[in-house]
């Protein structure tokens, strides 16, 4: 009865629409689109909400904001600072935070919306990147992604800078400083940025319509596009029963989907909201107005350009005299290095993967990182460069904390940014291939289950059952990368023993060149299958080791092992485009 009745609801509502807008058979096609399960999926509505809550709160801040830098006597709420000297823009963020009702919870929920935002962002692109899941056909909204991570952090550069307090003065310095540092163009874009000498008399004006009205368009068109490349495509899926490249299995758009999307809205709300109310952040009116000639200690900025403030720190002085003119590397170089890498590597890794591999073929089903310990070492590799950047960024407060020298410190960092990654791409590596053959132990002798039995013989062993279906759908889930063959140029071995997508091979198009040999031992080094999943029983029938025959490749019913209400969306339909 609830089945007929929501089929009469959803029959409704298309009729409602088709009235009006023609949209009809739209609405009715879409409604019920089915999106896979799983919890992971859910960790790219963090940041979109976040920017939901950025545009709810950064609106209310405007009409009461002033974006001047002129300079007036401050005769405000706050005794501390009355008759001190300060820009409009200072002096109307301590109204905001003093004599505007509900000011203060504004700013606050504003700030921490913009560190979930973008930290929500870093988390959604690292589940991303691990499982695989921007390969064919998602290069394109994988490349969305990556700009709008470089997007956001300017758009915070740009709001950190507009409340001219001590704290963001003194890091609007070190950009205004950036800038001047590049060759040719660096004089030109700091009077763009400031109209003048720093600190000039227009850069806050400026940064303001950046802020308020450049990226924010920018953004708010690039996630549109993201959004419908992902309704259009749909996540791709993770290992279990009846979950082919040719199918999607989960529940529908409405009302599952929606219902889960919207508790999650309530949810990030909620928390962004206790956080403005209880936890204090950017507390401006104990910084003081910006000046030159003042420094606070101690000072970092917020967690996303830390890593740039760390990577200035640990440089050393060093600069390059050429026809008369001065490269300051010691600033050019940690500034623009560390990012370009990170981002430059995040945008060309699937087109460098598909090179290395030769792998053309469309991927609807995500990958479990251990099965790619290749890519999840060089994820955690560049995941501790970044970190040990952002630890260096307190190196400061660290060295006075622990009582260390902070000239130590520097030599301990300077040592970390290189050999921290080499351990953590080796250590990272050894584990995927451990947790490989834990799944092949899984497979061939059977899963631990505590009880210990004696034999006739005398023998204790542990008794091993067979695997549930959940776990060994997962297991044999796993498909080995794909090869290039030096000799012919061609996609190796898969895991159906065929060659390249149709069995007859992908050309490399490098012929016998250097080129080739070069990609043939990356792809051989890169690729392949490093712990084979060959479902051999070890014949322990006798001992307590669960038996079933070689080579069954039963399959669960999903992550948890349960079948729930899912819904199965088939590939021929609007549900998942074909595969490629």
């Known amino acids: 009865m609830s089945r007929a009745h929501d089929r009469t609801r959803m029959a409704g509502t298309a009729g409602y629409f088709d009235d009006r807008l023609g949209a009809g058979n739209f609405v009715k096609r879409n409604i019920r689109k089915v999106f896979p399960d799983h919890w992971s999926f859910l960790l790219g509505e963090i940041p979109l909400y976040s920017f939901i809550i950025l545009l709810l709160t950064g609106t209310f801040l405007t009409f009461f904001f002033k974006a001047s830098m002129l300079e007036i006597p401050y005769d405000g709420a706050y005794a501390p600072l009355r008759g001190v000297m300060m820009s409009e823009a200072y002096a109307s963020s301590l109204e905001i935070s003093f004599n505007v009702r509900g000011g203060l919870l504004m700013r606050q929920m504003h700030h921490w919306a913009a560190l979930l935002f973008i930290g929500g962002m870093m988390i959604h692109m690292l589940r991303v990147y691990f499982t695989g899941a921007y390969r064919k056909p998602r290069e394109i909204n994988w490349l969305i992604g990556v700009a709008l991570l470089a997007l956001s952090l300017f758009e915070g550069l740009t709001g950190y800078s507009l409340l ?74 993770m290992h279990g029963k009846g979950r082919t490249n040719d199918n999607v299995v989960g529940g529908p758009f409405h009302p599952s989907f929606l219902a889960k999307s919207g508790a999650y809205f309530m949810f990030t709300f909620g928390i962004i909201a206790l956080l403005g109310a209880f936890a204090q952040i950017n507390p401006v009116w104990l910084f003081g107005p910006y ?88 994820g955690m ?11 260096m960024a307190s190196n400061d407060v660290i060295s006075a904390y622990f009582r260390l020298s902070l000239n130590v410190m520097i030599v301990i960092g300077r040592g970390l940014v290189f050999v921290g990654p080499a351990l953590a791409y080796y250590i990272t590596y050894r584990i995927c291939l451990g947790l490989q053959r834990r799944d092949a132990a899984s497979l061939g002798h059977g ?31 796993k498909e080995p990368i794909p090869v290039i063959s030096p000799a012919s140029g061609v996609t190796g071995e898969r895991h159906d023993g065929a060659l390249g997508d149709d069995g007859q091979g992908v050309p490399s198009g490098e012929g016998h060149g250097r080129i080739a040999r070069l990609r043939a031992l990356m792809s051989r080094t890169y690729g392949g299958e490093k712990v084979p999943l060959d479902g051999e029983r070890d014949g322990h029938d006798g001992n307590g080791h669960g038996t079933r025959k070689a080579g069954t490749r039963e399959i669960g019913m999903g992550e948890d092992g349960g079948g729930g209400n899912a819904a199965v969306g088939s590939g021929s339909g609007e549900d998942r485009p074909p595969p490629g």
């Not at 590799?381 to 630890?391: E, K, P, R, S």
């Not at 009880?451 to 759908?473: K, W």
């Open 381 to 391: 590799a560049a995941i501790t460069f970044y970190g040990v950047l952002w630890l």
């Open 164 to 237: 001219d307090d001590l704290l963001s003065g003194a890091g609007l310095r070190i950009t205004t400083g950036v800038a001047q540092s590049l060759p040719i163009v660096g004089t030109w874009l700091t009077f763009l940025l400031t109209g003048g000498e720093f600190p000039g008399d227009d850069i806050i004006g400026r940064f303001y319509t950046i802020h308020i009205l450049l990226l924010p368009g920018v953004l708010l068109a690039l996630i549109t596009a993201h959004l419908i490349l992902t309704w259009v495509l749909k996540h791709t899926q």
């Open 291 to 378: 000046r030159p000639s003042d420094i606070g200690a101690g000072s970092q900025p917020d967690f996303y350009l830390a890593f740039l403030d760390g990577s200035l720190r640990l440089t050393p002085g060093w600069e390059i005299n050429f026809l008369g003119y001065t490269l300051p590397m010691s600033v050019i170089l940690p500034a623009l290095a560390p990012i370009g890498l990170i981002l430059a590597g995040l945008a060309l890794y699937p087109f460098a993967e598909r090179w290395i591999t030769g792998d053309d073929r469309e991927h609807h089903i995500a990958e479990r990182p251990r099965d790619n310990p290749h890519r999840t070492a060089i």
């Open 447 to 477: 899963v631990e289950t505590g009880v210990i039995q004696r034999l006739p013989t005398g023998e204790y062993v542990e008794v091993h059952v067979p695997p549930n279906e959940a776990i060994e759908a997962r297991i044999r889930g």
